[in-house]
């Protein structure tokens, strides 16, 4: 099979796009035909090193697929031949035309989703899902503000926000990314990047500050947020796209009586499989019912995926961008 693989820690642009053996399923794993990948922030960090986890190389990055099962392992019981289904990739290795994957974690993809949205939902919209609806608590009514509300993440939290029925703020670096967030159906759009972004939620929230904010930048915009919650308000960290983690002085959160909650999906999805499973069920009913869409920026062949990462890490993401391997591409 071909794949695009890190040989040696380093640059992006060192990905070599080449043959790799095809992996073999144990007993109690899948193999799948991949169809789409879903291009990630830390897709880039994971190759440079920079990233949490640090994989033997040579290796192919990449954490999340849609595909068919092409191949199961003598105990496997819960998936046939054919079957389409969307999956992290706990071991990494999704920018590559075939996929072993424990049987066990996988999601079925319905049939009404064709398999470049499901490349596209999981991993932003199941993390904005998890972060706004267990961490978050968002109730219809109260006031979101989301960050980096453009992005892939971003525009998921966006699009829940209003499914739950909460007033959005969207808070984005340009106003061609607010003019999007706006179209999946933000209220109110803030450009960080002209206004200061304290009087701007002030302003819209009456002087109380938010009730949630979904946080993916960290940073100075981490800092400025923390002094604009509400009574009972809550911070999800969700990440740090600005490169800098942020830290608290935690009397702020005594002074204005909020907390900060931590967000991480794909633990949660391994920690919780019942809640997530449930979580999975209400997005595709969403889906289904036009509620949430996942919004896909643009789709780049596997022989190119390397220009699909430097897209996402320079900013210039609105939605999600996918990977297809070559031969899926008409
Ligand atoms: N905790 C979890 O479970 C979880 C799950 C998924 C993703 N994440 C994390 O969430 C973050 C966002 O993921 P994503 O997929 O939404 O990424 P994305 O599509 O690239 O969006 C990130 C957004 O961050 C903003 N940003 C601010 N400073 C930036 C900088 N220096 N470089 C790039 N972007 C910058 C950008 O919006 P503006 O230009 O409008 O500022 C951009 O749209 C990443 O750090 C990722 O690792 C965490």
């Given at each position: 099979m071909k794949a695009l693989v890190c040989e040696a820690y380093g640059e992006v642009d060192d990905l070599n796009y080449r043959e790799m053996e095809d992996p073999v399923p144990g007993p109690d794993d899948i193999l799948v035909a991949v169809k789409g990948i879903g291009v990630n922030f830390p897709d880039g960090l994971l190759v440079e090193g920079k990233y949490q986890f640090q994989p033997e190389c040579p290796f192919a990055p990449g954490s999340e697929i849609c595909g068919d099962v092409i191949g199961l392992g003598s105990n496997v019981s819960n998936w046939a031949i054919g079957d389409r289904l969307i999956s992290l990739t706990p071991n990494f290795g999704a920018y590559a035309e075939k996929i072993v994957l424990p049987a066990a974690i996988p999601t079925p993809l319905p049939d009404f989703m064709p398999h470049d949205l499901g490349a596209a939902l999981l991993g932003a919209?199941?993390?904005a899902h998890h972060a706004l609806r267990q961490r978050g608590q968002l109730k219809a009514g109260e006031t979101l503000v989301v960050l980096g509300a453009a992005g892939g993440?971003?525009?998921?939290?966006?699009?829940?926000?209003?499914a739950i029925g909460a007033k959005v703020i969207a808070v984005c670096s340009s106003d061609e990314k607010l003019a999007f967030a706006k179209e999946q159906g933000a209220d109110i759009g803030i450009n960080y990047a002209k206004e200061d972004l304290?009087?701007?939620?002030?302003?819209h929230t009456d002087g109380r500050g938010a009730d949630v904010v979904y946080d993916v930048v960290g940073g100075d915009a981490f800092d400025?947020?923390?002094r604009?919650?509400?009574w009972n308000g809550r911070l999800l960290i969700v990440g740090f796209a600005s490169g800098r983690i942020p830290e608290l002085p935690v009397n702020l959160t005594l002074v204005?009586?909020?907390?900060?909650?931590?967000?991480?999906?794909?633990?949660?999805?391994?920690?919780?499989p019942e809640v997530h499973a449930a979580n999975m069920r209400e997005l595709f009913a969403w889906v289904k019912d036009g509620k949430v869409t996942p919004v896909i920026d643009s789709i780049y062949p596997l022989s190119k995926g390397i220009d699909a990462i430097k897209y996402v890490t320079g900013r210039h993401v609105m939605g999600k961008v996918i990977i297809k391997p070559d031969e899926e591409i008409s």
């Open positions: 919209t199941g993390t993440t971003g525009t998921a939290a966006v699009q829940i926000g209003k304290k009087a701007a939620i002030k302003k400025i947020c923390s604009a919650m509400a204005k009586g909020y907390s900060v909650v931590g967000v991480f999906w794909g633990q949660f999805s391994q920690n919780e």
